[in-house]
């Protein structure tokens, strides 16, 4: 019998990849970006089509949790059940998310272009990477985001500049979705920063752009929607995954959980202090 350790990984990892079932959304997917790339240039990909995923997926990830509020049912899940939204928050906080992002984002999104021509990075259906090298990449940014973020973020709370930039964002104290990019146009910049680290050393596709996107703005929302509803979330199935309640009592608190997406660094640094004695603290009065 053949000495399976004698396969070469590569092949091994094919025959792996090979038992999963067919990927339903794969021919669809394969039809729009080739239509995309067929009838749309480069340029108009880049800026305007980021600019619609963006604003699609911002809008939509935060539409259940403005619903959430009108569903009785799902007032149980509120983390602050005391702090409810109300028209007016919701109001300004769309009044400075268009501000942020068409005054602040949207001049980024020239440099997509430029980035995609100076690095001579593909953006055909046919040079696209197997979804399992996206997903990795994917990862790899989340992490890299993930150090920048505590750090930055961290530093933002310093008393000496706190109340010039980031406590405008914490102006929130009981969070809902669209709050995540409520923030400074400083701050939008400073911690944006962490978001674009990853693709600059690891973009080998354009798609890799959207797929980070998508995946850093549902999580973003996620961890402050407001509500936890545990492993109904499939974010939680994801090692580290800071989720929704440990964020959201950063806003509480105002110290302590700096990380945007996991809780490895907080551990480590021992800044998930005070959140750990809340937790057993409420623990008991449970």
């Known amino acids: ?24 959304i794969k021919d669809p997917f394969a039809r729009s970006w080739m239509y995309m790339t067929d009838n749309y240039t480069r340029w108009q990909i880049a800026m305007w089509g980021s600019l619609i995923v963006h604003e699609a997926v911002y809008f939509g990830a ?26 007016a928050i919701q109001w300004n906080c769309i009044r400075m998310l268009m501000f942020s992002h068409f005054v602040i984002q949207l001049p980024l999104m020239l440099g997509v272009y430029p980035f995609l021509e100076f690095f001579k990075i593909p953006h055909t259906y046919e040079t696209m990477p197997p979804w399992y090298d996206i997903t990795l990449r994917v990862i790899a940014c ?32 009981a969070p809902f979705g669209m709050v995540a990019e409520y923030a400074h146009p400083l701050e939008t910049l400073i911690l944006g920063t962490g978001f674009f680290i990853g693709l600059a050393l690891l973009t080998n596709h354009f798609v890799l752009l959207w797929a980070w ?68 603290k409420n623990a008991k009065i449970d």
């Open 1 to 24: 019998m053949e000495n399976i350790t004698s396969q070469p990984l590569s092949l091994m990892a094919g025959d792996l990849l090979g038992m999963l079932p067919e990927n339903p």
């Open 62 to 87: 935060s539409m259940p949790g403005i619903l959430c509020q009108f569903i009785p049912f799902m007032q149980k899940y509120k983390i602050q059940p005391n702090k409810p939204e109300t028209f």
């Open 142 to 173: 989340a992490i890299i985001e993930d150090t920048w973020h505590y750090w930055s973020h961290r530093a933002l709370h310093d008393k000496r500049i706190y109340k010039y930039i980031h406590k405008i964002h914490h102006h929130h104290q």
């Open 213 to 280: 996107v998508v995946i850093r703005l549902f999580e973003t929302i996620d961890v402050h929607t407001g509500y936890d509803i545990g492993y109904l979330n499939l974010f939680h199935f994801i090692p580290f995954y800071a989720g929704s309640r440990f964020h959201d009592f950063h806003h509480y608190n105002f110290h302590g959980n700096y990380a945007s997406t996991f809780t490895f660094w907080d551990k480590v640094m021992g800044t998930d202090r005070q959140y750990r004695e809340f937790k057993a």
